[in-house]
C-alpha cells in the first residue's frame, strides 16, 4: 500500500472516529493509528479543508457539528463478510435480548450491500457455524445486558438481587456498573458496591432481578481495563504441564483464562507453560478435566494440591 493510500485510509478512519464520537483528542488519534500529533493536525486539516464541518482545537479534542452525517458508505467485500463472524458470535456468547438487538442492527447494515455482496453474506451465513459451550446466562433475566449497558452509558445506579453459592435468598445490592466481562464461560459485572463500598465482580447468571435507579453515580470511576491490568499485576506462579496430544485440543479454548504463555509440541505430547495467579484453586481444579492424560512437570505445590482434591473426592464416592 503506498504512503498516500495509508493516507487517505486513515483520514477516512479518522473521519468515521469523529462520527462515532462526541469529542475526540488528537492524543487519542494519534495513539491508534500510530502516528505523531503533527500527523493528525495535518489529517484534521485535510477534512476540514474538503468541508467537513469540524470544531475544536489542538489540546481540547474535535467534534463534528451537530447532525452533520456523511452519506451511507459501501462495504469492501471483507468489512460485509464480517457481519457474519460478528453476528454469530453475538448470537452465541451474549443473552437473548442483546442478540435480537445486534441482529436487527445487522439486517440495516446488509440493507445497504451491494447485490453481490448480499449473496456472499448469505452464503457464508449457511455455512458459519460456532461450537462449543455456550456462556453462562440466567434465562429468566432477559433484560439484564441492556439494562447494565443502559446504565454504563447514563450513569445511572442500578438494584440487582445476587446470590452467592452459599446464598439461600439473594441479597439485594446497589451498584454503580463499570463494565462488563467474560472470563471462564461467565459474563461479570465490575461495578462498585454501595453495601461493600468497593469494588466488587458479579457473575451475571447470578443476578435474579436487575432494574436501573434515577440515582446518578455518586463517583467517578477509572475504566474497566484498570481493574483487569491490576489484575495482571498479581504475583504469578510458573506451571508446567504435559498432556497427550490428542487430549491437549481441548484444553485450547480455556487455557487463556488460567495464565497460558507457550506450548511445545512433541510427536507424544504437548508441553504447555503457564503463569498462574490461583495455583492451587482455579488452575488445580481445571487440570483435574485432563489429569488422566496428563502430567504435572511443576510446581511441586501443585502435584500435592491434585493429590488432596482427587482423595476428598474418592472419599465422596
Given at each position: 500500500?503506498?504512503?498516500?493510500?495509508k493516507r487517505?485510509?486513515?483520514?477516512l478512519a479518522?473521519?468515521?472516529?469523529l462520527?462515532?464520537?462526541?469529542?475526540?483528542?488528537?492524543?487519542a488519534?494519534?495513539?491508534?493509528?500510530?502516528?505523531?500529533?503533527?500527523?493528525?493536525?495535518?489529517?484534521i486539516r485535510?477534512?476540514?479543508?474538503?468541508?467537513?464541518?469540524?470544531?475544536?482545537?489542538a489540546?481540547n479534542?474535535?467534534?463534528?457539528v451537530?447532525g452533520?452525517?456523511?452519506?451511507?458508505l459501501?462495504?469492501?467485500?471483507?468489512?460485509?463478510?464480517?457481519?457474519?463472524?460478528?453476528?454469530k458470535?453475538?448470537?452465541k456468547?451474549?443473552?437473548?435480548?442483546?442478540?435480537?438487538h445486534f441482529?436487527?442492527?445487522?439486517?440495516?447494515?446488509?440493507?445497504?450491500?451491494?447485490?453481490?455482496?448480499?449473496?456472499?453474506?448469505?452464503?457464508?451465513?449457511?455455512?458459519?457455524?460456532?461450537r462449543?459451550?455456550?456462556?453462562?446466562?440466567?434465562?429468566?433475566?432477559?433484560?439484564?445486558?441492556?439494562?447494565?449497558?443502559?446504565?454504563?452509558?447514563?450513569?445511572?445506579?442500578?438494584e440487582?438481587?445476587?446470590?452467592?453459592?452459599?446464598d439461600?435468598v439473594p441479597?439485594?445490592?446497589?451498584?454503580?456498573?463499570?463494565?462488563?466481562?467474560?472470563?471462564?464461560?461467565?459474563?461479570?459485572?465490575?461495578?462498585?458496591?454501595?453495601?461493600?463500598?468497593?469494588?466488587?465482580?458479579f457473575?451475571?447468571?447470578r443476578?435474579?432481578n436487575?432494574?436501573?435507579?434515577?440515582?446518578?453515580?455518586g463517583?467517578?470511576?477509572?475504566e474497566?481495563?484498570?481493574?483487569?491490568?491490576?489484575?495482571?499485576?498479581?504475583?504469578?506462579?510458573?506451571?508446567?504441564?504435559?498432556?497427550?496430544r490428542e487430549?491437549?485440543?481441548y484444553?485450547?479454548?480455556?487455557?487463556?483464562?488460567?495464565?497460558?504463555?507457550?506450548?511445545?509440541v512433541?510427536?507424544?505430547y504437548v508441553?504447555?507453560?503457564?503463569?498462574?495467579?490461583?495455583v492451587?484453586?482455579?488452575?488445580?481444579?481445571?487440570?483435574?478435566?485432563?489429569?488422566?492424560?496428563?502430567k504435572?512437570i511443576?510446581p511441586e505445590?501443585?502435584?500435592?494440591?491434585v493429590k488432596?482434591?482427587?482423595?476428598a473426592?474418592?472419599?465422596?464416592?
Amino acid at each position: 500500500m503506498t504512503d498516500i493510500q495509508k493516507r487517505f485510509d486513515r483520514i477516512l478512519a479518522i473521519y468515521m472516529h469523529l462520527q462515532a464520537k462526541p469529542v475526540v483528542t488528537a492524543a487519542a488519534l494519534a495513539e491508534r493509528y500510530e502516528v505523531s500529533l503533527r500527523t493528525i493536525y495535518r489529517d484534521i486539516r485535510s477534512l476540514m479543508q474538503a468541508g467537513i464541518p469540524i470544531y475544536g482545537e489542538a489540546g481540547n479534542g474535535y467534534s463534528l457539528v451537530e447532525g452533520y452525517k456523511m452519506p451511507p458508505l459501501q462495504f469492501s467485500r471483507e468489512e460485509a463478510l464480517s457481519f457474519v463472524a460478528a453476528e454469530k458470535l453475538v448470537e452465541k456468547y451474549t443473552d437473548k435480548n442483546l442478540a435480537h438487538h445486534f441482529t436487527t442492527a445487522m439486517l440495516k447494515m446488509k440493507a445497504i450491500l451491494r447485490g453481490n455482496e448480499k449473496e456472499h453474506v448469505a452464503l457464508l451465513g449457511d455455512n458459519f457455524l460456532v461450537r462449543g459451550g455456550r456462556h453462562q446466562f440466567n434465562e429468566k433475566l432477559t433484560h439484564g445486558t441492556n439494562t447494565l449497558i443502559e446504565s454504563i452509558a447514563a450513569k445511572k445506579c442500578v438494584e440487582i438481587y445476587y446470590s452467592k453459592p452459599s446464598d439461600k435468598v439473594p441479597e439485594k445490592r446497589e451498584i454503580e456498573a463499570v463494565g462488563i466481562f467474560v472470563e471462564s464461560k461467565f459474563w461479570y459485572i465490575l461495578a462498585f458496591c454501595k453495601l461493600r463500598k468497593d469494588y466488587r465482580q458479579f457473575r451475571l447468571d447470578r443476578i435474579s432481578n436487575i432494574r436501573m435507579l434515577p440515582d446518578n453515580f455518586g463517583k467517578e470511576h477509572p475504566e474497566l481495563s484498570y481493574f483487569l491490568n491490576k489484575r495482571h499485576e498479581m504475583p504469578t506462579t510458573k506451571v508446567v504441564i504435559r498432556v497427550d496430544r490428542e487430549m491437549a485440543r481441548y484444553m485450547e479454548w480455556d487455557r487463556h483464562y488460567f495464565g497460558f504463555q507457550k506450548e511445545v509440541v512433541t510427536d507424544n505430547y504437548v508441553e504447555m507453560h503457564f503463569e498462574s495467579i490461583n495455583v492451587e484453586g482455579g488452575f488445580a481444579r481445571w487440570y483435574l478435566m485432563f489429569a488422566d492424560k496428563g502430567k504435572i512437570i511443576e510446581p511441586e505445590s501443585l502435584k500435592e494440591t491434585v493429590k488432596r482434591l482427587l482423595a476428598a473426592a474418592i472419599e465422596q464416592v
